[in-house]
């Protein structure tokens, strides 16, 4: 076996409305209907500009193959999402009009430029831009 590529992640939220308005105005992440048996009112699929559905979000009612219990963040073991963007200026006035609170890295010897912000739910993004 060998991975090829992170396929997606999946955020469990109280609130679609909330969470799909946030991940569309902040990453332009565009949504669309999840497959049965989800539904608008249990899930939404949110995809990027090269048509893949990178984030899954879904209620507290979303049927679930593997379930287990959702307490709200922090997000246990896991202590951040990392994604590859690009228009780095356009994102940080995105985030000052939003008036989300943020944080900013530099690494210079990768030519990285990193926004940390967390979204509605408590989960952490770490926004990472190369050479942008």
């Known amino acids: 076996m060998a991975v090829e590529a992170l396929d997606h992640f999946n955020i469990v ?8 308005a946030f991940y569309h105005e902040l990453l332009e992440l565009e949504s669309r209907p999840a497959p049965p048996p989800l ?23 979303a049927p679930r ?10 997000t246990g073991a896991l202590h951040h999402i990392a994604l590859r963007c690009s228009g780095y200026d356009a ?14 890295n530099r690494v210079p010897a990768a030519g990285l430029r990193q926004l940390f912000v967390h979204d509605p739910d408590g ?10």
């Open 91 to 104: 994102t940080l006035a995105r985030l000052a009009a939003m008036v989300l609170d943020h944080r900013i």
């Open 65 to 74: 193959v593997f379930d287990r219990d959702m307490a709200p963040a922090p």
């Open 39 to 61: 539904t608008r009112a249990t899930a939404r699929w949110m995809y990027d500009k090269g048509e893949r559905a990178v984030l899954h979000l879904n209620g507290l009612g």
């Open 123 to 132: 989960v952490l993004l770490e926004l990472n831009f190369f050479g942008d």
């Open 13 to 20: 939220t109280r609130d679609l409305d909330r969470a799909e």
